[in-house]
Structure formats: C-alpha cells, structure tokens
C-alpha cells in the first residue's frame, strides 16, 4: 500500500524539514558525509527492507535525531507535523544532559516500554549505525569501542524484539558482521577518543 497523498506530503515535508535542521552536520565516518544521509538511510530501510508504510513512522524516522542533534523542541514538532510524529521522535531521543553511559543504559531499559512506532525508528536506527560502523567507522573508534557498540546495539534491539521479522533479521544479518579481534586497527586511527 502507498502512502496517500496526504501521507506523502508528510513525509515530504519531514525530509525538508530535517534537511534544514542537519544542513551543517556531517557524519563521523572519514567522508564526512553530510548528516541527513543517516535519517534518510533509516527511512529507507523501513520502507524497502521492514515494509513500513506508515507515513507517521516514516517521518519520524526522517527527523529522529532532530530533538536530540539540533535546536529543535518538542512543541515545534508537534506544530510542524503532529503530535503523533513527535511523540515517536520524543521516544527515541536520549536526554543530552545526562552523561552518556547513563543515556546508553536507559536505552537499554527502555527499550521494551517503547510503542510500535518507536520499535521501528529504533530498529532501522540500529542497523543503519551497525551498517555505518562497519563501510566507515570513525577514525577515532578503536576496535574494542566497535565491538562495544554492536554488542550495546543488540542489548537494545534485544528489548525490542519481536517487532518486525524483516527488520531484525537484517539486524542480526549485520551484527554477525561485529568486528573481531584479529582485525587490524584503521590506520588512521586517533587515540582521542570521545568516547
């Protein structure tokens, strides 16, 4: 089933949207590649591999990281698009003031309370980062904080499951990938991690 035109525009106006908000990020990966590349990617594997067609997921996913990367508030997106998109997009953004081990350890905790919508963001979001970690990880990541993160990545999808057959079999698809130990550090590696 395709989105209506209703729908459509929705989406539309998501991906516009979070064009403008991410015009001045760029990716980790030694590219640099420009941000809006990663909401698109998880828009794209909800639709093409999870057979998403919910227009309210699919936006969601399009502006997921607008809460927590960018300037944007909640009320704005709830004016923009809906309190339904925004609700999503809440659900899957960490609270930036906290401390980053702890912002790791309640999306482990909260995976399993998260609705049917944010399942799906988090999921597609999950594999596109796995994906990302293993074309171009960032050039400061060492081996063991890859592996660290596949391993923190699962533990979420984990809390999630079952949500949809396709989109976690192509998350254990890509997890099986996890670096091993034998491989060799990037070349380019720089020690100061921000980890």
Not at 29 to 56: C, F, M, Q, R
Not at 164 to 188: G, K
């Amino acid at each position: 089933m395709k989105p209506s035109h209703q729908g459509l525009n929705l989406i539309l106006r998501a991906a516009s949207f979070a064009a403008a908000k991410h015009r001045d990020q760029r990716r980790k990966d030694p590219e640099a590649s420009p941000y809006i590349n990663h909401p698109i990617a998880l828009a794209e594997v909800l639709s093409t591999l999870g057979g998403v067609d919910d227009p309210t997921v699919i936006a969601a996913a399009l502006l997921h990281d607008t809460i927590e990367d960018t300037d944007t508030s909640e009320a704005e997106l709830i004016e923009a698009f809906g309190a339904d998109v925004a609700c999503i997009v809440c659900e899957v953004s960490d609270d930036a003031t906290l401390p980053k081990a702890e912002r790791k350890r309640l999306q482990v905790e909260r995976a399993a309370q998260l609705s049917s919508g944010a399942r799906l963001v988090k999921l597609a979001d999950k594999i596109c980062n796995l994906r990302d970690i293993l074309s171009g990880p960032p050039a400061d990541w060492t081996l063991a904080r890859r592996r660290e993160y596949f391993d923190w990545a699962k533990a979420v999808v984990d809390g999630i499951r079952p949500t949809n057959a396709e989109l976690e079999r192509a998350f254990d698809e890509v997890y099986r990938q996890r670096p091993e130990a034998s491989q060799p550090e990037p070349a380019n590696l720089d020690e100061r991690s921000r980890a």
